[in-house]
């Protein structure tokens, strides 16, 4: 039995319709976030990972050229996209629009 149940094709239209900067290939979500600085970047990807740790799910994190933070998101357990990608998904976005908020 996987660790979440894999969403429907619907199910990931609707929910990725309301996460208009994800983009899906196959099994995986991204994003990919441009922060102010190398700084911002890091403090970007711990409030994340301070997020994921809370959820149990983790995504994959890399930043390059030293501000672009790319957030990939999968189920491996399920080999798909669960409701817990989007469920940390929709954190990631509110984290990044809270960091948006307070550098601007």
Known sequence: MPYADPLTE???????????E??????????VVRASDFRAAVGLVNAV??????A??????A???????NFELTTHAAKALTR???DLATTIEQ??????EASG
């Not at 990972?49 to 809370?54: C, I, K, P, T």
């Not at 984290?95 to 948006?100: C, D, E, G, H, Q």
């Open 10 to 20: 619907p199910e990931l239209a609707d929910a990725l319709a309301l996460l208009p």
């Open 22 to 31: 994800w983009s899906r290939e196959g099994r995986v979500i991204r994003r």
């Open 49 to 54: 990972a301070d997020a994921a740790e809370a």
């Open 56 to 61: 149990d799910h983790h995504p994959d994190i």
């Open 63 to 69: 930043i390059t050229r030293y501000r672009n933070v």
């Open 84 to 86: 817990r990608d989007i």
């Open 95 to 100: 984290i990044v629009s809270n960091a948006s």
